[in-house]
């Protein structure tokens, strides 16, 4: 009923640990070179990306936000300030903001990280925890 592989399954013993696994997964594999993090995020998702971009030595970023808008991502505003770095940067945003509930439109992220070759990741820890990343 997961609706994925046995290999794509990990378990965590919490949603803390669940997330820096994804981060630092995806950051890892994908060689990310900018980090690039949800600044409404949850402190574990922003210290997950603080520690990957020191790890890998990487510039660390926040995602620009609609004033006014519940911590809502400006993906104009991110597609433009991505540049010449998206190559290789990972994005990472929190599904909810634990803060306001703003809900992240993971269709756009996605087609803003894909257009300009970056990788998404975003998580989510409520009832059914589970990080998601898109990379192509």
Do not use: M
């Not at 949850?42 to 520690?51: D, F, K, Q, T």
């Not at 990472?92 to 990741?121: F, I, K």
Request: charged share 20%; aromatic share 2%; hydrophobic share 45%.
């Amino acid at each position: 009923a997961a609706g994925a592989a046995p290999r794509e399954l990990v378990f965590t013993s919490g949603g803390t640990e669940a997330v820096d696994a994804a981060v630092v997964g995806v950051g890892e594999a994908t060689e990310a070179r900018a980090v690039w993090c949800d600044p409404g995020a949850h402190p574990c998702l922003r210290a997950a990306c603080e520690g990957l971009a020191r790890a890998r030595n990487a510039p660390l970023r926040y995602i620009p936000t609609v004033a006014g808008a519940g911590g809502l991502h400006d993906l104009a505003a991110l597609d433009a300030a991505l540049g010449a770095e998206a190559r290789g940067a990972l994005v990472a945003v929190s599904v909810v903001q634990h803060e306001t509930g703003g809900v992240a439109d993971l269709a756009a992220l996605s087609r803003v990280c894909n257009g300009r070759g970056a990788c998404s990741c975003s998580t989510r820890c409520r009832r059914w925890a589970r990080s998601r990343s898109i990379c192509k």
